[in-house]
């Protein structure tokens, strides 16, 4: 079955960094484009950042030049790297996969999120 497992969130103050971690089980990850989540109290889940099964990488405008998605095909892990946070980076984290081969191509899968809180 497909598995996402998010690790890395936490407490940090504002300024300070994190790296979220995505193992991902069950699907063929070079297959897949990946992507961040994210989910704050009373809003709705926003894409963060995305990377395509080529590398490309696409960002929210409210963290680009802050935020850097990759992935390592061989661990089957996707990563964020987060720097400079602010209180309002404040929220869940999940992790996305969509297949883009395959007899799966067109499916979403999620994992369970990660979170992380940003003090002022």
């Known amino acids: 079955q497909v598995q996402l497992v998010e690790s890395g969130g936490g407490l940090v103050q504002a300024g300070g960094s994190l790296r979220l971690s995505c193992s991902a089980s069950?699907?063929?990850?070079?297959?897949?484009?990946m992507a961040w989540y994210r989910q704050s109290p009373g809003e709705k889940r926003e894409l963060v950042a995305s990377?395509?099964?080529?590398?490309?990488?696409n960002y929210a405008d409210s963290v680009k030049d802050r935020f850097t998605i990759s992935r390592d095909n061989a661990k089957n892990t996707v990563y964020l790297q987060m720097s400079s946070l602010k209180p309002e980076d404040t929220a869940v984290y999940y992790c996305?996969?969509?297949?883009?081969?395959?007899?799966?191509?067109?499916?979403?899968?999620w994992g369970k999120g990660t979170l992380v809180t940003v003090s002022s």
């Open positions: 996305n996969a969509r297949p883009r081969l395959g007899p799966n191509d067109g499916m979403d899968y």
């Open positions: 990377i395509s099964r080529g590398g490309s990488t």
């Open positions: 069950g699907i063929i990850f070079r297959f897949n484009a």
